[in-house]
């Protein structure tokens, strides 16, 4: 053989190289864009599951304040507490402790809501606490009858604690229609 043949023949080993090379590269560049295409549409499904679950979280955590406000309205307190509590001092302290029991029992829920709604929940259980308290006797700190105590509690739920309730039911509701 001589020297031209041979570079000839390397030339065409040389093309069959970098044909093959090509083939491999384009294979290799064909196989990381499915893996990518695979990846992508897997990190979409697993954000979308993320995705409800939070929702439904979220969900839970409004139906749980929104029972949370209605568990701790002047009424329902009074209805949930009165037959078991024969003084005003004792009715008082039952319906604060109440108050303060169901804030702990959905303390959590603040996890999935915002800030701004988190703090009008707790300002309406500090209100209907601080005024449970302060009604517990007349403008003079003389003690009440418990029938006074009950009517008190009634006109101070019609006149202002049914407003707080509703605000806090407005606000929740309108949180919802943000995140839903």
Known sequence: MNSGQLILELVSFGKIAVIVGVI???TLKLQETHNNFRRNMLY??????????????????????LVYLDRI??????????????NIDSLSMHMSIAISKEMEHNITQQLYISDKLWEIIELISKELTGAVDQLSVDEEGQSLTMEQYINKLFTYHQLQGEQLISKGRKAIKEEMTVHI
């Open 24 to 26: 491999v590269w384009l």
């Open 44 to 65: 979409q499904k697993i954000r979308a599951e993320q995705d409800k679950s939070v929702l439904n979280l979220r969900l839970q955590a409004y139906e749980r304040l």
């Open 73 to 86: 309205s002047i009424p329902n307190l009074i209805g949930r507490l009165k037959t078991s509590q024969s």
